[in-house]
């Protein structure tokens, strides 16, 4: 790790890459693939691959089909889908810990990583699965500085109340480092591509969807996407924190060439839909 990083990190420990995820990731690579191999690789931690198989089977997902292996998941949702659910899976096992409750967190994650995936088949020019892997990835330093400092939840509060300083900014006063700058080295780590690392590093830099002159097109779309997909799952999740929403709407609108009006539109059919699959499963059970 070189000076740079480690002044950054803060004494942040980034998880690695686990093995099970660098070994599915080769495997999709290899051609052709092999599907028995590759749910034969998942299966191998039966917690991870109970995990993969309970959230294949959320009602948010919207398959219809009763998924009760890794072979299943695979032939009902792809190996893009499959992956994803992993990385998610993996992702918990690996920043959980020290006795912070992260369900909340992890709820939000979850909700925004399937807002931004419909999302990005709404509006275009950006994959589902990825807008997806951002979502879920976009706060993961979050939890990290939570563990290493104890006073971060106090910030991390301030930060979303206040309306004239850029978030990030608000953690680095404090810290010298943000969520934004933990999460980057983190995707960096699990080896995420280019555009999604770029995204989360400047997700909370609205100026950029109106200039991405630093950074590539995908990556300034993800962050567009992402904030109309995190202002869909707060407000479904009654934790609304809409002041991003009405920091980013303008410059969002700019970047996916929609009116303003037609993205609150979108986003509030995608509430919607939230609020009915919920009232559906919680009557159905």
């Known amino acids: 790790m070189n000076e740079i990083e480690n002044r950054v990190l803060r004494g942040v420990s980034i998880p690695a890459c686990p093995t099970t995820l660098t070994?599915?990731?080769?495997?999709?690579?290899?051609?052709?693939?092999?599907?028995?191999k590759i749910a034969g690789l998942v299966s191998q931690d039966a917690g991870i691959s109970a995990i993969v198989i309970r959230m294949a089977n959320s009602p948010l997902l919207g398959n219809g089909c009763r998924i009760s292996s890794i072979s299943d998941a695979i032939d009902t949702l792809g190996y893009d889908s499959l992956t994803n659910l992993v990385r998610e899976a993996l992702l918990q096992d690996s920043i959980n810990g020290n006795n912070v409750s992260l369900d909340r967190f992890w709820d939000n994650s979850r909700y925004t990583a399937i807002a931004g995936k419909r999302l990005a088949s709404i509006v275009g020019r950006v994959n589902p699965d990825t807008a997806y892997t951002f979502g879920l990835f976009h706060d993961c330093g979050i939890p990290l500085l939570t563990q290493r400092y104890p006073e971060y939840k106090g910030v991390l509060r301030e930060a979303n109340k206040d309306t004239k300083r850029i978030f990030t900014d608000v953690e680095e006063e404090a810290f010298e480092t943000s969520h934004a700058i933990i999460g980057y080295y983190l995707a960096r780590a699990w080896g995420l591509a280019d555009a999604i690392t770029q995204g989360i590093l400047c997700h909370h830099d609205y100026a950029q969807l109106e200039d991405p002159r630093h950074i590539n097109s995908e990556a300034h779309r993800l962050i567009a996407i992402n904030v109309m997909a995190e202002y869909a799952a707060s407000t479904h999740l009654r934790t609304v924190q809409d002041a991003e929403w009405m920091r980013a709407r303008e410059a969002v609108s700019v970047c996916l060439g929609y009116a303003?009006?037609?993205?609150?539109?979108?986003?509030?059919?995608?509430?919607y839909q939230f609020d009915e699959a919920l009232a559906h499963h919680e009557e159905h059970g």
């Open 23 to 36: 070994q599915l990731m080769d495997e999709l690579k290899s051609t052709p693939t092999n599907s028995k």
């Open 260 to 271: 303003a009006s037609d993205l609150d539109d979108i986003a509030d059919d995608l509430i």
